[in-house]
């Protein structure tokens, strides 16, 4: 895996290489403008830079994707080291027929560049100071065993909880999820339908409809953090995450999430897209109110009929220092989301205990989401997200060993925190916290550490205030209210990713590059032959 791919031919007939690993960045040319075929450019490589690329790319444009890291993927990234391998960010995939959508959309099949395995169950959720867990996954009567451990009466409101909560997946996430929502009017539209289903009442209130036992409501209402969404605060659209993992189940892909990034950039390659690592991007460039490109940090300019960008939405002005979005929200910046301090530990033994995914939420588990969300300091308890892929394949890790990756939620660096000196400090605190738990011995099982923290998103993922997922994920940030999808001050320049609409996700930042590439298609009436196998949104599912 990993290693540089040649691509076809470039913008200017140059060939060049399409990176997939740090060592293969390539010499940029500059000043790219297509000859034959218009040219987009794609600013980072996320899941919605990449599946933009491969939608253009079908559609007959010349893409080219500037990324400012050394490889691919943005917050899906890879560490290998001594025999062990950690996705970096996302781990755990729902909605896979979205992903399969990106491969039809270059003519390809997903099972043949990946294999996916369902996962029962989904994860396993602990409590501290608790005996009993809660497996979490899409079998319908092991699901209610596990209620039952916990609530009859929660139990029998299951069947209540997936009606409504389905209700609301159709109509407020397939129906408004593929749709752009640039007029207000369209947002207003959809509201009688949110009201009727309840849906804009706060998650976690909604959640509490149906269930009363805290254990069950806490394992019914937490998947909003998993986009960086504080369920007292988002609203209970997001019920439609926890019915999507029962209705359609959890997936992993062999060799982790980056196994599907990797076979993008190969797809991208294959069409003929460049992908320049090691680029950043510091400036739009625009004429007569019109995109024209982009300058990169080394000062090359990039010429292009239109510029797509993935990166951090808040991080648009400081690209667009002379046409500050006028929008009149922007006198209230979006906000952003918490962040993640990620420790990923490679170790010589397994701990049994982990399952694939694992939650272990220690005490005042409301007291904690208020701290790294509303109050935006550092958490006084501790919830942590593990995953442990080697459990379902087991070259993750060197035989005996395991790959762990702990996600702790903290506040983003709006908090002041100075993380050069509190990361040892969280770090110990975590893993001692875990050994107690029922990881005992696992500090002195470590033969290979990494770590991520709000100083890695800020610096390496360019994210302003050190945020893990995005702008939050509230109803006065989404839709018409979030970063739209085509900007509103300057023609050809269009948005995709976690911080714009719909959101943030593997799946959200998939269908953003669909509502783009729909926004495009009208913008760009098109004398080009698509390659697509059908109209995008082809593969919906019931
Ligand atoms: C720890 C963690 C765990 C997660 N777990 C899950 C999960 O289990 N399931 C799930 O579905 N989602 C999960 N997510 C969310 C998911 O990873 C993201 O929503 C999604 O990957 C974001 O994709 P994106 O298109 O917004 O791009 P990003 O991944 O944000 O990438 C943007 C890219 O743009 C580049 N860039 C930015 N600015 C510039 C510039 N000026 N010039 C050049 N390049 C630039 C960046 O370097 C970066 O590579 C997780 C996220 C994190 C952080």
Redesign the pocket.
Known sequence: MGGPIRAQRGARGTSKMASTGGAASTASTGGSMAQGGRQAII????????STAIRLLSDGWQVTI????PE??????RIQEGGYTFD???????MPWLFEEVYAAAGEKMSDHVTLRQLQPGYRIFWTGEDRHFDFGSDREQLLAEMRKFSNDDANQLEAFLAASGAIHREGILVSGRQNFLNLKDFVKLLPTMARLDAIRFLQGWVGKFFKEPHVQQAFGFHSL??GGDPSRVPAIYSALAYLQIADGIWYTEGG?YSIIESFGKIIAKMGGVIHTN????QILHRNGRATGVR?ADGEVHNADLVI????VT?RDA?LPDAPDAFPWRLRPLRTTMS?H?LYLGTNKKFEKLLHHTLVVGDDYYGFIKDVTRERRMPRSNAV?IHAPSRTEPEMAPPGGDSIAI?LPVPNLRSGDDWTEAEPRMRDRTLEWLENWGLPGLRDSIVVERS?TPLT?RD????PDGN???VEPSLEQSAYFRQPNRDRTIAGLYY????THPG??????LL?SQVTQDLIRGDYPAPFTSRATGPTGNLVRP
């Open positions: 600013v980072g490589s996320g899941f919605g830079g990449l500037l990324e400012a890291r691919i993927g943005g917050r899906a990234s970096t960010g996302p781990s755990l995939i729902t998993f986009i999430v680029s950043k991007v510091d990169t960008y993935n990166g951090d991080a690209l993640a990620m997200y996600l991520w998103f390496e993922l360019l994210a893990a997922f995005a995709v990713g976690g911080g943030a996700g593997m799946p959200g930042a953003t």
